[in-house]
Nanobody, 121 residues
Framework: QVQLVESGGGLVQPGGSLRLSCAAS????????MGWYRQAPGKERELVAS???????SYADSVKGRFTISRDNAKKMVYLQMNSLKPDDTATYYC???????????????WGQGTQVTVSS
């Protein structure tokens, strides 16, 4: 019953900005790390950014200085602010959350459905 729903993807020009959102819903006991992966055709899946429940962040070198991950624990949401976008940022972006639902025996990883980001002039 737990699910992650993503939004905010779209088409932007190089140098533009986009903000992705991901909302967790359902019977959730606790959420640990949340983050974002991306997958482009013919390329390796890449961990873009992650953030702990305490707010510690980590970024891939390819996005460091341009992207910012944040979360709102009360709303059970994670965000990815993407600035100075490049064509190489084009990919499907997937949010994830390591969480324990009330029916879960232990923490497990849940995934969003993916949202497409296209950077093109």
């Amino acid at each position: 019953q737990v699910q992650l729903v993503e939004s905010g993807g779209g088409l932007v020009q190089p140098g533009g900005s986009l903000r992705l959102s991901c909302a967790a819903s359902g019977s959730i006991f606790r959420i640990g790390v949340m983050g974002w992966y991306r997958q482009a055709p013919g390329k390796e899946r890449e961990l873009v950014a992650s953030i702990t429940d305490g707010g510690s962040t980590s970024y891939a070198d390819s996005v460091k200085g341009r992207f910012t991950i944040s979360r709102d624990n009360a709303k059970k949401m994670v965000y990815l602010q993407m600035n100075s976008l490049k064509p190489d940022d084009t990919a499907t972006y997937y949010c994830y959350a390591d969480l324990r639902g009330f029916s879960d025996y232990r923490f497990q990883r849940y995934w969003g459905q993916g949202t497409q980001v296209t950077v093109s002039s």
